[in-house]
């Protein structure tokens, strides 16, 4: 299923969280995203990080299709084109990378997909902004630090940023960065342990995925 860039960035935005997982198995990624979505999360990346993980990508894009309603499926760490056109091709409703690469730019351009660049400094914010990538990704997080995030939104307050890296589901270090003016969040491996995925206590990651949100929504209620 495909959805416009606004609504895309809308699911960001209003919930405020982005789950970044990967896994090899079809079976845990189906579980994983749909724990992840009867807590109540609606746009989620998953990473390109393993061999044949377009092949995982492809499954889990029709399961979301039909299991997953108003869910948004993206995928992460992309770093060219050609990459980029193959998830594209098979469902990726919004790309997202570690660094900012032009010509991923011009594939999501031409698809109206939302590009989300990971950038660490200032120019490259607006290098990618100029390419057309409304939102871009503050990483790494736990080295740039929220005050990286402060100093940008000064000369530039129309930036939309998420920052992944060092993103923990604990009240402290979301308020810190929403209180800095991120606009969302990716969250990786602090919001799916290891022995929980390789427990299958899936449960637990949809109370998580609760709690999170839930605490989201109070830091962002209080900047408002």
Known sequence: MSYSKIQVLEAMSSTGMVPVFYHHDVETAK????????????????????????????????????????????????????????????????????LFNPD????????????????????????????????CKVFPGDVL?????KGL???????QLMVTGGVKPEEANLK????????CVGMGSNLFPKEVIAAGEWDKITQLCKDTLCIISKVKQFNK
């Open 176 to 183: 810190a960065w929403f209180d800095a003016g991120v606009t």
């Open 31 to 98: 579980n994983v995203v749909k724990a992840c979505y009867a807590g109540g999360v609606r746009a989620f990346e998953f990473t390109n990080r393993g061999t044949f993980a377009h092949e995982v990508f492809g499954e889990l894009s029709k399961y979301v299709a039909s299991e997953c309603r108003g869910l948004i499926l993206g995928v992460g760490s992309i770093v060219d084109a050609p990459t980029a056109s193959l998830y594209i091709q098979i469902g990726a409703n919004f790309i997202v990378g570690p």
């Open 145 to 149: 630090g929220p005050n990286f995030v």
């Open 153 to 159: 939104k000064a000369p530039m307050p129309w930036s």
């Open 104 to 135: 991923v730019a011009k594939v999501a351009n031409r698809r109206l997909i939302p590009y989300t660049p990971g950038c660490g400094s200032v120019s490259e914010v607006g290098f990618a902004q100029e390419a057309g990538c409304d939102l």
